[in-house]
């Protein structure tokens, strides 16, 4: 395991404390793949989980944890996913998984988004990190010219069809000085099903995995 990977596990493994009991919600990626691993040593602690994709329900599955149709249960106590980035207020881009629409959705109907990344994420704007937009295949040239208009250069994550059966565009060279702005704004453009902006419901902690053991920003 690289240091990396062991900051991102050791964000996972400091996530398990919020895991009290219920359904939890869970997002995707290979920090959230840790908190999966952690959460099957307590899983008698909890009812199950709610996925964010296809690739988190088989390794929950996996771990003979229960996965639930969000449709089944009601408003989820705790959601745990990672990001590509975050800055200080806990704004976050997400999406490099392709996972970005099912974790906007599980996020909303969370009381509570705890966010667990290693520490190269935190930047204190956002945007080197290209954006990922999921838009609906017929849309795609038209949504690309839309960012280009917002200054953005979208280049088409080739050979991905996301869980939803969409495309992927991933859009560099946005001014994300305005996170909540630029999020209503791409997801106005008709053909946008969701953009990685998670601003209007940002994470409400965020535990960094570090060289000197987790920190946790509010
Ligand atoms: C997937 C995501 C992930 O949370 C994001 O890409 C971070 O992944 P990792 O934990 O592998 O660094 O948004 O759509």
Same mark, same amino acid.
């Given at each position: 395991?690289?240091?990396?990977?062991?900051?991102?596990?050791?964000?996972? %493994? *400091?996530?398990?404390?919020?895991? @009290? !009991?219920?359904? /939890?919600? &869970?997002?995707?990626?290979?920090? $959230?793949?840790?908190?999966?691993?952690?959460?099957?040593?307590?899983?008698?602690?909890?009812?199950?989980?709610?996925?964010?994709? %296809? *690739?988190?329900?088989?390794?929950? @599955? !996996?771990?003979? /944890?229960? &996965?639930?149709?969000?449709?089944? $249960?009601?408003?989820?106590?705790?959601?745990?996913?990672?990001?590509?980035?975050?800055?200080?207020?806990?704004?976050?881009?997400?999406?490099?998984?392709?996972?970005?629409?099912?974790?906007?959705?599980?996020?909303?109907?969370?009381?509570?988004? $705890?966010?667990?990344?290693?520490?190269?994420?935190?930047?204190?704007?956002?945007?080197?990190?290209?954006?990922?937009?999921?838009?609906?295949?017929?849309?795609?040239?038209?949504?690309?010219?839309?960012?280009?208009?917002?200054?953005?250069?979208? $280049?088409?994550?080739?050979?991905?069809?996301?869980?939803?059966?969409?495309?992927?565009?991933?859009?560099?060279?946005?001014?994300?000085?305005?996170?909540?702005?630029?999020e209503q704004?791409i997801n106005n453009?008709?053909?946008?099903?969701?953009v990685?902006?998670?601003?209007?419901?940002?994470?409400?902690?965020?535990?960094?995995?570090?060289?000197?053991?987790?920190?946790?920003?509010?």
């Amino acid at each position: 395991m690289n240091n990396q990977d062991a900051m991102k596990q050791q964000a996972a %493994e *400091a996530a398990l404390t919020y895991a @009290e !009991g219920g359904v /939890i919600g &869970v997002g995707t990626g290979s920090t $959230v793949n840790h908190f999966i691993d952690a959460l099957a040593r307590i899983k008698g602690r909890i009812e199950g989980a709610v996925s964010s994709s %296809e *690739a988190s329900t088989k390794r929950l @599955e !996996g771990h003979g /944890i229960r &996965v639930f149709d969000l449709n089944a $249960v009601g408003e989820l106590s705790l959601y745990v996913d990672g990001a590509d980035e975050a800055n200080h207020a806990l704004q976050l881009i997400k999406g490099g998984g392709g996972a970005l629409t099912r974790e906007k959705i599980v996020a909303a109907a969370s009381r509570q988004f $705890v966010c667990i990344a290693d520490q190269s994420k935190l930047v204190d704007v956002l945007g080197a990190f290209p954006l990922p937009v999921e838009v609906i295949p017929m849309a795609r040239s038209h949504v690309a010219r839309q960012l280009v208009k917002l200054g953005g250069t979208p $280049v088409w994550r080739e050979g991905v069809i996301t869980d939803n059966g969409n495309l992927i565009l991933d859009v560099q060279n946005l001014d994300l000085i305005d996170p909540v702005t630029l999020e209503q704004a791409i997801n106005n453009i008709a053909g946008v099903v969701t953009v990685g902006i998670f601003a209007l419901r940002p994470a409400d902690l965020l535990i960094l995995g570090t060289a000197d053991g987790p920190k946790t920003l509010h």
